[in-house]
């Protein structure tokens, strides 16, 4: 007896199919998240704002990122190009790593490797920071230099910046410097600390979570580390975690500099950030300040507070739980 016609059909059109998979390379579209978010945890995909393993360079111009998250909101590559992805994976899975640097210390011009984004009317691709309760800046950092950088922006061969600019999100209403949510080092009391650094409010004050620990112990020169910061806007309340584990830290103010003390639904200005930076401050090539001479990678940004538990299931994602 002879097979029936559709039967023939069907068993064709999938060879025809699979020949052209073979040949074109091209995945099908059942995948979901697919290969894309292989390296993050199943709990944080769909909480993705924005996010950047620097594997994915925009098709035709290598000097742009993708973003991996839901935002589309592309990074720039400022100054270094393509130049700025190397062969220095952070953890299992991963591929190129992102290279910032210092490029000229004794002269004021514009010409420091980082990455980022810039709006001067804010960005709609980063809405979800719109109004938002919570946010979460996530991921790989490599230190290669030992302190904040020479201060490109003085005559004093001797000063250096206070700050050494990991990632962040800027405000609706920011220079290119003022941020909403951000992981850096900065100076407090007269010492280098790893902090989370938060602002409610668009020219409002800001508020600091500083580590206890030595950020040289936090952050050994040439070491792949984990680290995530998160912000609580609703009540004034931040976090730091290093390797998936919490670290002890304090508030550098004891006043309420978010104001959040007073009732009321409170949560970030309802402004579109101008973008986000990363490496230094300025994504739009305007100033030199806080270059970071480091090397990044997986970065993600969250409009939510991420869990204690969901960061360290993020961090064995990708680590096999060493």
């Known amino acids: 007896m002879s097979r029936p016609r559709r039967a023939v059909f069907a068993t064709t059109t999938a060879a025809v199919l699979a020949a052209l998979l073979a040949t074109t390379g091209t995945a099908t579209p059942a995948q979901g998240y697919g290969d894309r978010h292989r390296a993050v945890h199943p709990e944080l995909r769909h909480q993705l704002v924005a996010y950047y393993d620097f594997d994915h360079p925009l ?18 590559l400022v100054n270094g190009g393509a130049a700025m992805r190397v062969p220095d994976p952070a953890h299992r899975g991963s591929g190129q790593a992102l290279w910032t640097r210092q490029v000229e210390p004794a002269v004021a011009g514009n010409d420091d490797w980082k990455a980022g984004v810039y709006a001067p009317t804010g960005l709609p691709s980063l809405h979800a920071f719109n109004g938002a309760a919570g946010a979460s800046v996530l991921g790989w950092f490599k230190m290669l230099g030992d302190g904040p950088a020479p201060n490109s922006n003085t005559a004093d061969p001797g000063d250096r910046f206070n700050a050494i600019g990991l990632a962040g999100v800027l405000t609706g209403n920011s220079d290119g410097h003022a941020v909403r949510a951000l992981l850096e080092l900065i100076t407090v009391d007269g010492e280098l600390r790893l902090v989370a650094l938060g602002r409610r409010l668009d020219g409002g004050e800001s508020q600091t979570f500083a580590a206890a620990a030595d950020w ?42 978010w104001q959040v003390a007073g009732p009321g ?11 986000i930076k990363i490496g230094g401050s300025f994504p739009q090539d305007t100033r030199e300040q806080n270059p970071c001479d480091c090397r990044m990678d997986s970065l993600m940004f969250l409009d939510r507070v991420v869990s204690a538990r969901q960061v360290e299931k993020q961090y064995r994602h990708v680590t096999g739980g060493r």
Do not use: C, I, K
């Not at 040439?222 to 830290?249: C, I, K």
């Not at 639904?265 to 973008?275: L, V």
């Open 216 to 257: 040289r112990t936090l952050l050994p020169v040439g070491e792949w580390v984990f680290l995530a910061a998160t912000f609580d806007f609703t009540d004034g309340s931040m976090a730091l975690y290093r390797n998936g584990q919490p670290l002890d830290g304090f508030y550098t103010r004891a006043d309420d500099p």
């Open 59 to 76: 098709r035709g111009d290598p000097g742009r990122e993708r973003d991996l998250g839901r935002s589309g909101t592309t990074l720039d």
């Open 265 to 275: 639904r409170h949560r970030t200005t309802a402004t579109d950030p101008r973008g």
